[in-house]
């Protein structure tokens, strides 16, 4: 399955991209963030959410979508 990654804020200071395309082969957003996390290392010491087709989902969710987004904590104000 071809999925679009994209990073926000922090997130895509340690990837050091906006977006990009990745073929993903597993099934859970576990298997993916495992994928990123041997890519860009830094990913691990960071926080962030995942969002699939713009919903949050745990890391326990199937991998459906085509479009997934890291989101680092949002600050409130």
Not at 3 to 21: C, D, H, N, R
Not at 26 to 32: A, F, P, R, T, V
Not at 53 to 71: F, H, K, M, R, Y
Request: aromatic content about 10%; cysteine-free.
């Amino acid at each position: 399955m071809l999925l679009t990654i994209k990073y926000f804020g922090l997130i895509a200071e340690v990837t050091q991209k906006s977006e990009e395309t990745l073929e993903f082969s597993g099934k859970h957003i576990s298997e993916l963030l495992t994928l990123l996390y041997a890519k860009y290392e830094a990913l691990k010491t960071k926080d962030f959410q995942v969002a699939q087709n713009q919903e949050l989902v745990a890391t326990d969710a199937l991998v459906s979508g085509q479009e997934i987004a890291l989101l680092p904590p949002f600050a409130g104000g």
